[in-house]
């Protein structure tokens, strides 16, 4: 019998490997949009890093971190506890498993949580501020998925 | 039919979110599992949105049998009253929080046979409240006596 609702089922195949994606740095003030295009494959998310530079303090900003499925509509949404920010650079991950965190190591690296978030073709992952600033950057984006060939 | 007779689970993968419209004002949703499988809850999502009457709202993810009987509850332990928004995430393995606008909150292994309905329950739920951007996850899987 079908699902309804036009989900998708598929069936994790021996062999899911881990591997690491780079989305393009997109330019300061700009938001960062990875598209999953791999028609054959199911990602889950295992990690998710960042950084983000901010230009200018004074202003607060809000980091947020959002996935849509393939028909466009948001399916998780994640805005950073502790990114009311002022500061000029910081680290982000977010992390299955982990609540927010805040360690100081040179420069703040603020840990969210991942549910169990499966990207399969056409889905997309975008970060973006609220409040960004002209010359804000986000830059050195690195996914870290688990990868299963899609069998429907 | 689970409960009644050990079964071998086999497991028949994942299932990408499935998305449910949002309901409209002061109205729950809910989410009817197809036949012939069962089904491991591993991730449901929801943002609600409290309008400005007073009152403590409490919110709940609940399923019921195919005869509309309530087996389970997960209580958030946290009301929101006027004006609250959250993003709620239950989800397997996650630690509980409630900062920035969030509410993660642990998920117990959950199987749900199909024919049963999985949905809110939201006390003391006002005339301007609003369920949107749900999204569940599932593992599917086949009973194998």
């Known amino acids: 019998m079908p699902l309804t609702g036009g989900n998708v089922c598929f069936v994790p195949q021996s062999g899911s490997y881990y591997r690491y994606l780079k989305p393009t740095d997109p330019g300061a003030g700009n938001p960062l949009t990875w598209t999953h295009s791999s028609y054959d494959e199911a990602l889950l998310l295992i990690t998710l890093y960042c950084r983000l530079a901010l230009a200018v303090t004074g202003t607060n900003r809000y980091f947020r971190m959002r996935a849509f499925s393939s028909s466009g509509r948001t399916v998780w949404m994640h805005k950073c506890a502790l990114a009311q920010l002022d500061m000029e650079n910081r680290r982000y991950l977010w992390d299955r498993h982990n609540e927010n965190k805040n360690t100081f190591r040179g420069s703040f690296l603020i840990s969210g949580p991942v549910p169990y978030l499966w990207l399969l073709p056409g889905s997309s992952i975008t970060l973006d501020v609220e409040n960004q600033g002209g010359t804000d950057s986000l830059y050195q984006c690195l996914l870290q998925v688990k990868s299963y060939r899609v069998k429907t | ?145």
């Not at chain 2, 309008?51 to 409490?58: L, S, T």
Request: hydrophobic fraction near 40%.
């Open chain 2, 1 to 145: 039919m689970p409960g009644n007779n050990a079964f071998v689970p086999v497991n028949l993968g994942f299932i990408a979110p499935v998305e449910i419209a949002a309901p409209g004002a002061q109205t729950e949703w809910s989410y009817l599992l197809p036949d012939e499988f069962i089904y491991r809850l591993t991730m449901a999502y929801f943002f609600y949105e409290c309008d400005g009457n007073a009152a403590n709202r409490w919110l709940r993810l609940r399923f019921c049998d195919d005869a509309a009987r309530v087996r389970g509850v997960f209580t958030d332990n946290k009301q929101l009253v006027a004006g609250n928004t959250r993003h709620y995430t239950f989800g397997i393995g996650m630690t509980l929080i409630d900062s920035g606008g969030h509410r993660c909150i642990p998920l117990s292994d959950t199987w749900l046979p199909g024919g049963w309905t999985i949905g809110s329950e939201t006390e003391d739920m006002e005339v301007g409240d609003t369920y949107t951007l749900i999204a569940l996850t599932f593992q599917r899987f086949r009973e194998q006596n």
